[in-house]
């Protein structure tokens, strides 16, 4: 028995359930990022003082992985359009160089996130500390997230192609999106921290 509208979009959104599902889920995840950006507006409109993150972070570190991030999501979009396209070598490349890209990403936040423990003049308890790490640490697990899920459809997952395609096409779109919103999470993540 077949699952409906696995390809076929449904009568009721205009939309196949993958693409249903995954916008449902990113619904989600805007309230999560959401209520934690109101709680820093929150935080630091009552604060006394606030450090400007410039003093605190390191901005050129920064700026380097916002621009690993915009290319992972360009070779995103690319990975897809190969699909589109019947090129499913030119997929498995751009698919690759994401998940490259991606643990870039997470190495170079790591060096930082060492950088910054290691750190003895940083203050062990601030409020704007708490809130970086708590916001960067949990953008971190969802590039986490993506790169498992990435790596699947690069690999074993990729075994699909040659059975459903237009299913692991539609699969490969939601990855997608899910990867440009954490993108998009660290387009507001960068300067609300490192630069204001």
Known sequence: MDIPYTVAERPDTGLNNVKLGIWLFLASEVMLFGGLFSSYILLRVGATEWPV???LLNVPIG???TAVLIISSITM???HASLKLDEFGKYKTYMGLTILLALTFL???GYEYWEKVSNDHLPAESTYLAI??????LH??????????NSYFWGPGSAMWRTKREQFINRV??????WHFVDLVWIFLFPVLYLL
Do not use: P, Q, R
């Open 53 to 55: 993150g410039s003093t």
């Open 63 to 65: 700026t380097f992985n």
């Open 77 to 79: 979009v690319m990975a």
């Open 107 to 109: 190495a170079v936040k």
């Open 132 to 137: 970086y790490w708590t916001l960067t640490g």
């Open 140 to 149: 971190g697990l969802h590039i986490i997230g993506g790169i498992i899920v």
């Open 173 to 178: 779109e939601a990855a997608g999106l899910y």
